[in-house]
């Protein structure tokens, strides 16, 4: 029995769709553990890119099993989107398969969202608005619709009728917002979803545990980063879900005990999208740079993403946290052609040097980063495909970051398409 788990390492857009993609032909099921359609997962595989929200990674393998799992919040017209585009590309092998227990994210939860971000201005936390915050509030509150309802109208109609009602009486009082949605309408969209997803709702618990007691092999996939986990990012600008890999046993029902590996992953460079403090940030040409060449705007919502040098401190924390036993370091290429390449080792505050800190945004504030400077590498990396054929500036780079983050560095991503990967032998 194996089972792998592959984590965001910062505040997410790390590459782990390249990773999932990659690894996951090995795997008889993949897992997605938690977010929605918040998450932008890119796979590009023989020169051609494709763009998820929803469905796992491996999606494209269809002789493989995925399964969005029940710590997962699900738009029921997302989703119908992205099997539809598989079904256009001929791609789609019925190969997925839904949670029962994950959450709907429902029409009233998108604009409660556009609401609330509007309504904190200034201090707005900077979402995709795709509604996922309110939809994990519900949960929470037990008001929420689950995937499972699809299968009893009758339920689901009295849900519906229950909760719309209360969202209708907050749009109004709260908001003072003129909308309001209808229980029917509502009932009959799900109603309508539903024949198409019924077929694919299964309980998560037993088809994960059929997996793993006949010795097959699991890969949990994770969305965003650990440095937006709702309890151990940089709150308040965290997502709604847990991002680090307890999450995989949440969002699964698989038991911490049975986890085999946790791979992280990491840039060689930081980006953020959406509010918060950033001690690495770049705001002028190197940043520009990073987010030209690396193409570093949002999945979902095409935001250009914020982007500096990679920041060890925060790096070595959430490894510590995610428990990492190894890490794979993507878009390398991305530094190709600079004279110089940088890394933050401590931060100081207050005068003093640290090489740790409280993760939190009111911190991360305080806090200026100390540097070390590294030579860069002439020309392009991405035709390398052994560690033999790197620059030696780079293979320098690459082992410092092992030796400062103390995880071993196994994956290097030195271009954005499956192929154009490097796997080394760590040095550690």
Aim: charged share 25%; hydrophobic share 35%; net charge negative.
């Amino acid at each position: 029995m194996t089972v792998v788990v592959i984590v965001g390492s910062q505040w997410g857009d790390e590459g782990k769709g390249k990773l999932t993609h990659y690894l996951g032909a090995d795997f008889d099921l993949t897992v997605r553990f938690q977010g929605g359609s918040n998450a932008g997962h890119t796979v590009i595989t023989s020169g051609e890119t494709f763009r998820f929200n929803l469905v796992p990674s491996s999606i494209l393998h269809r002789e493989r099993t995925c399964l969005m799992g029940d710590g997962m919040v699900v738009n029921p017209s997302r989703l119908l989107q992205e099997i539809q585009f598989l079904r256009d590309k001929d791609l789609w092998g019925d190969n997925l398969r839904i949670g029962s227990h994950a959450h709907l994210v429902m029409p009233y939860h998108v604009l409660l969202d556009e609401l609330d971000e509007k309504r904190r201005g200034g201090g707005a936390i900077g979402t995709t608005k795709q509604g996922i915050g309110p939809c994990y509030s519900d949960k929470f509150a037990r008001l929420g619709i689950r995937v499972g309802e699809l299968l009893d109208p009758q339920t689901l109609r009295e849900r519906l009728a229950e909760v719309v009602e209360l969202k209708n009486a907050v749009l109004k009082g709260v908001y003072d917002c003129s909308d309001s949605f209808s229980a029917d309408e509502l009932y009959e969209m799900l109603l309508r979803a539903g024949e198409t997803l019924a077929p694919l709702i299964v309980n998560s618990v037993d088809t994960v545990r059929g997996y793993l007691d006949q010795g097959r092999a699991v890969l949990c996939e994770g969305a965003q980063g650990a440095l937006l986990d709702i309890d151990y990012g940089a709150y308040p600008f965290v997502t709604s879900s847990h991002t680090v890999s307890a999450g995989a046993c949440l969002g699964t029902g698989i038991s911490p005990g049975e986890i085999t590996k946790v791979i992280g992953v990491s840039k060689a460079y930081t980006t953020r999208v959406g509010n918060g403090s950033f001690p690495s940030e770049l705001t002028g040409d190197i940043g520009a740079h990073m987010r030209e060449r690396g193409l570093e705007y949002g999945t979902t919502t095409g935001r250009p993403r914020r982007c500096g040098w990679l920041d060890l401190v925060l790096l070595r924390y959430a490894l510590r946290i995610h428990g990492c036993t190894e890490l794979a370091l993507t878009k390398i290429d991305v530094l190709d052609g600079l004279k110089t390449v940088k890394a933050v080792s401590a931060y100081k505050k207050d005068g003093v040097v640290r090489t740790a800190c409280e993760v939190s945004d009111q911190e991360l504030s305080r806090c200026s980063p100390v540097y070390e400077e590294f030579a860069g590498w002439e020309g392009s990396i991405g035709r390398s495909r052994s560690e033999d054929e790197l620059p030696t500036q780079l293979v320098e780079y690459v082992d410092f970051i092992e030796r400062g983050v103390g995880v071993p560095i196994r994956m290097l991503s030195v271009g954005p398409d499956h192929d154009e990967t490097v796997w080394r032998t760590p040095h550690l």
